[in-house]
């Protein structure tokens, strides 16, 4: 609560910052737009608008600084997660597809893939990496939006035939907002037309140099027909990702992000999910945005049963109330009644603002028609 300032308690009003001072100098109280408020000064203000204040303190931001505050001897190396992004065309599907089918472990083979968006392999140097397979552009952007930052190295692919596209530039824009390093993946190289170093060149001219030319990003020529330099790929990814020290305590309760969720007619509500720390285990009470639930089942991408997930690990799991968005984080809680009341106080909020939001339309509509 120390946090919201009159500026913000204006903004989650819908009205503007002045009528907050405003109404603040009617009641005696004397704030700048930026100025702090307590707890009080928020209730006394919000109930002049008509607003209710719950002051929900919620275990997930605890929990987040938990991730801040573990012990370093707690933390174990975990897996990269990687998003491959590029233009339409490049070879996003194809590579993530011969990565798939390339990297499954002896006992997996023919076993069925389910769509659940996300996976791990295991390379050729018998270490981990986990792919998010987002759909597109737009829920990267949308997760970012939610805060959630769930990628570690992004793979930019380009299609060597071609050049570098709108969508490129749009995906390493994301990429570099995001923080993550960027890899290059010089795609359809086994092509008669391709031309690597027109790609490079196009690249250079966006202030991407890539190390063959002196630059400092890790590019790699691949062919995601036969598989050519895939293998060194995945091993660029793994050299990034050792410069990232990628850390987590896989003995806490686990906390992650909802890749996605839906309603299976069969099943009930299906949510991917990325443990990012700790460790998730069947019965856990989970909290995932304004859902909640105790994990009934996961499966893994191939439709397997597991019985507990650790840091990086993808997995679809039943037994939320609902679907949770993209990007929600989710986090297991001790209780399950401070899981319902935190999920229905967000239910609450979300309804609210939805509502407040059409009200706000509907005057605006009136203002353009006058
Ligand atoms: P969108 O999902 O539509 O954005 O495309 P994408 O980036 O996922 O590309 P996709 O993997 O669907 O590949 C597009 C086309 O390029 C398909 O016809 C692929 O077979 C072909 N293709 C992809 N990679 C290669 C490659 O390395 N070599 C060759 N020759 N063709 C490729
Ligand atoms: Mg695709």
């Known amino acids: 609560t120390e946090f919201v300032s009159a500026n913000d308690l204006a903004a989650l009003m819908d009205v503007s910052v002045n009528d907050v001072i405003k109404v603040c100098m009617q009641l005696g109280m004397f704030v700048s737009i930026n100025q702090r408020l307590d707890a009080e000064a928020i209730t006394i203000i919000a109930d002049e608008f008509g607003y209710n204040v719950d002051f929900i303190t919620s275990e997930e ?22 998003t491959i992004m590029g233009h339409v065309d490049h070879g996003k599907t194809s590579l993530l597809d011969y990565i798939r089918r390339a990297n499954v472990t002896a006992g997996e083979a023919g076993g069925i893939t389910q769509h659940i968006g996300a996976y ?34 992004v793979i930019i692919v380009v299609a060597a035939d071609d050049s570098v596209m709108p969508q490129t530039k749009e995906a390493i824009n994301h990429a570099q907002a995001a923080g993550a390093p960027i890899i290059i993946a010089l795609n359809k190289i086994d092509k008669p037309t391709a031309n690597p170093d027109k790609v490079r ?29 895939i293998a060194d790929l995945l091993e660029k990814v793994l050299l990034e990702a050792e410069l990232l020290e990628l850390k987590a305590n896989p003995e806490r309760q686990a906390i992650g992000t909802v890749i996605e969720a839906s309603l299976d007619k069969g099943r009930g509500y299906v949510a991917t999910v990325l443990v990012q720390t700790g460790t998730l285990q069947i019965g856990d009470v989970v909290l995932a945005g ?12 191939r439709g397997k049963k597991m019985k507990e997930a650790g840091p990086s690990t993808p997995i679809q799991l039943l037994g939320l109330d609902g679907a949770p968005q993209a990007g929600d984080k989710f986090v297991v809680m001790d209780s399950e009644r401070e899981a319902r009341e935190i999920a229905s106080n967000r239910s609450q909020v979300q309804r609210e603002q939805s509502l407040r939001t059409r009200k706000h339309i509907t005057l605006d509509e009136i203002g353009r028609r006058l």
């Open 61 to 82: 931001e605890q929990g987040l600084e938990d991730i801040v505050e573990e012990n370093e001897e707690d933390l174990e190396e975990r897996a990269p997660v990687v």
């Open 120 to 153: 791990k392999v295991k390379t050729e140097s018998g270490r981990t990496i986990t792919f998010l397979d987002t759909p597109g552009h737009e829920a990267f952007t949308a997760m970012r939006a939610r805060g959630a930052k769930v990628t570690d190295v």
């Open 201 to 229: 060149e196009e690249l250079a001219q966006m202030n991407i140099l890539v190390e063959e030319w002196g630059g400092k990003y890790q590019s790699q020529e691949v062919s995601a027909k036969t598989g050519l330099g």
């Open 290 to 301: 304004s859902h909640f639930g105790r994990v009934k089942a996961m499966t893994d991408h």
